[in-house]
């Protein structure tokens, strides 16, 4: 059971480059969220998707773009990447039910902006 | 919408002893409220978490306490060992959109043998 897998783990990028990171789980989850995760500032939410067809900005959208392409993939796109974007980022997926949200992580993305 | 805030960002103990980490949070209607691990190059990784209309939750080392009142919460480790070196996050759901968690800055904790 494979969980939440992130592709790729490793990426640079020149600055304006474009660049789509992938995220697929297999627990058949109806939420799924992008993270990134800075030194000294834990998890900020980037996107997240309750359910297939919705998504709904988080705390720091902005230069990101996301696509909930069924219900296993939520794949998020840097149109043209920046150096503030240098991260590690982090796909997840939940059942969230009765006000309990147990949030399963993917392996993490780790960015490099030149 | 939620603010959550956790302290220390580093803390340092000697294997055996005992570790605490709080964390406050700000919004009232927040009623769930985890606690993650994530080791080295891994994603982060649910060991506990306590629901409003509980006090206090313990699973073998591990303890969670919630007081609603001051709204802050705390995890403690008792007798610590080497495995437990990790980066430890706490969250917290906003009230109003309890999918969406919104996490503690971490803290680093090192035990050293």
């Known amino acids: 059971n494979a969980g939440v897998t992130q592709t790729p783990k490793f990426q640079v990028l020149k600055t304006g480059q474009s660049m789509t990171l992938q995220c697929a789980q297999d627990m058949n989850h109806n939420s799924m969220y992008w993270y990134r995760q800075d030194p000294g500032m834990g998890l900020r939410l980037i996107y997240y998707s309750a359910s297939e067809g919705t998504t709904d900005k988080g705390e720091v959208p902005n230069g990101y773009n996301v696509s909930r392409l069924n219900k296993r993939e939520f794949s998020l796109r840097l149109e043209s990447a920046a150096p503030s974007q240098t991260s590690v980022y982090f796909c997840?997926?939940?059942?969230?039910?009765?006000?309990?949200?147990?949030?399963?992580f993917g392996q993490g993305t780790r960015l490099t902006v030149v | 919408g939620e603010n959550v805030e956790q302290h220390p960002s580093t803390l340092s103990v000697q294997e055996g002893d005992s570790a605490v980490i709080k964390c406050t949070y700000s919004d009232s209607a927040s009623n769930y409220f985890p606690w993650y691990k994530q080791e080295l190059g891994k994603g982060p990784q649910l060991i506990i978490d306590?629901?409003?209309?509980?006090g206090e939750k313990k699973d073998q080392r591990i303890a969670v306490t919630l007081n609603k009142t001051a709204k802050h919460f705390s995890l403690h480790i008792t007798e610590t060992q080497p495995e437990d070196s990790a980066v430890y996050f706490c969250?917290?759901?906003?009230?109003?959109?309890?999918?969406?968690?919104?996490f503690g800055a971490g803290t680093q904790v090192v035990v050293t043998p």
């Open positions: 969250a917290a759901p906003p009230g109003d959109s309890w999918g969406k968690l919104q």
């Open positions: 997840a997926s939940s059942e969230a039910h009765a006000g309990v949200t147990e949030a399963f």
């Open positions: 306590i629901r409003s209309n509980v």
